[in-house]
């Protein structure tokens, strides 16, 4: 039974590194993956481009967690952003007993602008240039360890994804974000494309400390869309709690961030899942 559940995570991080993994950072895991709008940097970096329009300054965000409580399976992420312009890196890796069995990565270059801007309304796009990375290790071979087994091959592809967001009396934003709306696997074995999502987004700020957000994520080629819940609340100028739930699957989320007199923010997030264990995320971001 292990060993069924390994292959299935070996096949579900290689999907979710190169188009859909929707939780990369510690408020997207706490907030359910409701990042499509809002005023975040964090999202903007690994998410919804659209967002970066408006930032100031330099910032940096590094982070790490076990998939689903599992030690083998590690995902890692590294954000740099100044202004309106960020890169990004993300890598996932399957490794036991110190043999690399597979590993995935992405790098991105991103850029927000604004389309329109007057006194209450805002209009923003985000474009972002993706190149991923595969690499399959190598067979089991004779010791059955990998010692001495074959490589199995490796192999590389390259993505857009689109974002745009209304923004009004910067209370009421609404948001569009597409995943891989062009992309290509170098790699014929594997197919000509990456598959593509989409998520429409909804969110409202009543007041400066709290935002109420959800999402409708649709992958492409699949009949069943995600609902996603999430809420951000500001409890006091240093610390601020999120929660967040999901449907199709059901998944419940929940985190805090906690921000120094460095200019340091520390963030911790969970999230459930139906049927293996709670996935922990820990993140870093410095704010120059």
């Known amino acids: ?167 009004l009396n910067n209370k009421y934003y609404v948001g569009y974000y597409l995943q891989n709306i062009y992309s290509l696997i170098e790699d014929s074995n594997l197919g000509s494309s990456l598959p593509k999502s989409f998520s429409i987004g909804l969110s409202y700020r009543p007041y400066e400390d709290l935002l109420t957000s959800i999402d409708i994520n649709q992958l492409s080629g699949h009949i069943n869309s995600e609902v996603r819940f999430g809420i951000e609340y500001k409890l006091m100028e240093s610390f601020t709690i999120r929660t967040g739930l999901q449907s199709n699957p059901n998944r419940f989320s929940g985190g805090f961030e906690f921000s120094g007199t460095d200019n340091i923010d520390i963030a911790y997030s969970f999230l459930t899942h139906h049927v293996l264990s709670t996935t922990h995320q820990f993140s870093i971001t410095v704010n120059f």
Do not use: C
């Open 1 to 167: 039974m292990r060993y069924f559940f390994f292959i299935i995570l070996i096949s579900l991080s290689f999907t979710q590194v190169f188009s859909t993994y929707d939780y990369v950072g510690s408020r997207a895991t706490a907030m359910s993956g409701t990042t499509t709008t809002g005023s975040d940097i964090e999202s903007g970096i690994f998410h919804n481009p659209a967002q970066l329009s408006n930032m100031q300054g330099m910032n940096i965000i590094s982070g790490y967690s076990s998939l689903y409580n599992l030690e083998f399976l590690t995902y890692s992420h590294f954000g740099i952003s100044n202004n309106n312009w960020a890169v990004n890196f993300e890598k996932a890796s399957t490794e036991i007993n110190g043999t690399s069995l597979s590993s995935e990565s992405v790098f991105g270059i991103s850029k927000g602008m604004s389309i329109y801007k007057d006194r209450q309304s805002l209009i923003e796009a985000g474009i972002r240039f993706n190149l991923y990375n595969y690499d399959f290790g190598t067979s089991a071979g004779t010791e059955g360890d990998g010692s001495n087994g074959i490589n199995i091959g490796s192999g590389t592809a390259s993505g857009i994804d689109l974002g745009f967001q209304g923004v």
